[in-house]
C-alpha cells in the first residue's frame, strides 16, 4: 500500500485546522469535574439550546455518549430496541450488555434502512416476570449515510410515548441530516427524549460526543460518566474545538454532500460500479466480482483510501477532502478502466 493521497475512509480522520488549533490554545478551562470549565458548559448550554432540549453533556466518544444514554433509560435487566445494523448494537463492543446489564431487542431492517412498525410493537414486551422490560427504542440518522424520514421518526416516537418507552437518537451525523433536508436541527430531534451528537465525525473536531436531552436523563448521565472514567478534568481545550466546529463546520457539511454526489456520478460512468447515489456524505459502490478485488488493490496502491473488501466499498467525503481530492481520485478510477 503507497502513502495514502485521497481518504476517504471516515470523516473520523479530519485534522484540526489553523482556526481550530487557535480556539484550542486560547480556551479558557476549568476543572470540569467540580463543573468550573467555562468553555465545556459553554458547549454544553450551546448544544442544548441548539437542539432546544433542556440539558446536554460533553463525553470522550460516541460510544460512551449512546452508553450513557442507555444507562440513563434502562437499569439492569431492562431492554431497549435498536436496528440490527445500529451502531450501538453492532458497533460498541457490547457495552450496554457488558457495563449497563442492558439487554439488546434487535430488529432486522427493511431495504431502505428504517425498521418496519409491526417489529417494533412485537418486540415490545408485556409487563410480565418471564421478559425483561422494555425501556428505550433507539434509532439512528443518518443510517450508512442515508437520512430515514421525519415521518418516520414520527410514528416510532408515537409507538414510544403509546407504550410508556423512552426514545433514543443516535445522532452522529445528525446534522448532515438536518443540513440534507434543510431543516433546523432543533426541528429534526424533537421527537427523542435523548440525542447523541458526534464533534469528531462531519463537524470536524478531534474529540468528543455532546449527549443532549431532558434534565434527568442528562443528569443520570453525568453521574455514569464519572463511574465510566469519563469524568475530565481541564476539557474545555476540547470543547473549544467543538465550539468551533458548531460556529463554523455545520453549513459547510452542504459542500461534502455534493462531493459525495460529484463522486457517485463520476464512479456511475463505469458500467462495472453499481453505485448508491448519496443522501449525504455516506457513499456505497459495489465493484462486480470479476474485478472486485483487482480494483481494492488498484485504489490502495494508488494512494485512495477508502474502508471495505472484496469491491464493496464505503466512500466518505469531509472536511479534508476538497474538489481537487474528488477529481483526483476519478481521474484514477477513470484510469483503472482504460
Ligand atoms: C462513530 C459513530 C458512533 C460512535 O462514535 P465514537 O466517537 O467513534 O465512539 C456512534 N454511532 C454512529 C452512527 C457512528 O457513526
Known amino acids: 500500500m503507497n502513502a495514502i493521497r485521497h481518504d476517504f475512509r471516515s470523516d473520523t480522520v479530519t485534522k484540526p485546522g489553523a482556526g481550530m488549533r487557535a480556539a484550542m ?10 463543573g468550573d470549565d467555562p468553555s465545556v458548559n459553554r458547549l454544553e448550554q450551546r448544544m442544548a439550546a441548539m437542539l432546544d432540549k433542556q440539558a446536554a453533556l460533553f463525553v470522550p466518544s460516541g460510544t460512551m455518549s449512546n452508553l450513557l444514554a442507555l444507562m440513563s433509560h434502562c437499569g439492569r435487566g431492562d431492554e431497549f430496541i435498536a436496528g440490527q445494523k445500529a451502531h450501538l448494537y453492532v458497533n460498541e ?20 434502512g428504517t425498521m418496519a ?21 433507539a434509532l439512528e440518522n443518518t443510517f450508512g449515510g442515508r437520512v430515514l424520514p421525519m415521518g418516520y421518526m414520527q410514528a ?34 424533537t421527537p427523542f427524549d435523548t440525542v447523541s451528537i458526534c464533534l469528531s465525525k462531519g463537524l470536524g473536531a478531534p474529540v ?95 494512494g485512495i483510501a477508502v474502508i471495505g473488501r472484496y ?18 481520485a476519478l481521474d484514477v478510477v477513470n484510469r483503472f478502466f482504460l
Request: aromatic share 4%.
Open 25 to 34: 490554545a486560547e480556551a479558557e478551562v476549568g476543572d470540569d469535574v467540580f
Open 93 to 112: 463492543a457490547g457495552g450496554a450488555a457488558v457495563l449497563g446489564s442492558i439487554q439488546p431487542q434487535p430488529i432486522a431492517h427493511q431495504p431502505d
Open 117 to 137: 412498525l409491526g417489529d417494533i410493537e412485537d418486540a415490545i414486551k408485556p409487563d410480565d416476570n418471564h421478559y425483561a422490560r422494555t425501556r428505550v427504542i
Open 156 to 189: 416510532v416516537a408515537g409507538i414510544a410515548q403509546r407504550h410508556g418507552l423512552g426514545l433514543h437518537l443516535d445522532g452522529a451525523r445528525a446534522f448532515n441530516a438536518s443540513v440534507a433536508l434543510g431543516m433546523d436541527i432543533a426541528d429534526f430531534v
Open 208 to 302: 468528543g460526543s455532546v449527549l443532549v436531552g431532558r434534565a434527568d436523563l442528562i443528569e443520570k448521565a453525568r453521574r455514569n460518566r464519572k463511574m465510566l472514567g469519563g469524568g475530565l478534568r481541564q476539557s474545555g481545550i476540547l470543547a473549544a474545538a467543538g465550539l468551533y466546529a458548531l460556529e463554523h463546520h455545520v453549513a459547510r457539511l452542504a459542500d461534502d454532500h455534493r462531493r459525495a454526489r460529484q463522486l457517485a456520478e463520476g464512479l456511475a460512468r463505469h458500467a462495472a460500479l453499481k453505485v448508491d447515489m448519496p443522501d449525504t456524505n455516506i457513499l456505497w459502490v459495489n465493484a462486480d466480482a470479476d474485478i472486485a478485488e483487482r480494483f481494492d488493490t488498484y485504489l490502495a496502491d494508488n
Open 311 to 328: 469491491g464493496q466499498q464505503r466512500w466518505v467525503t469531509h472536511l479534508d477532502v476538497d474538489d481537487e481530492d474528488v477529481a483526483g
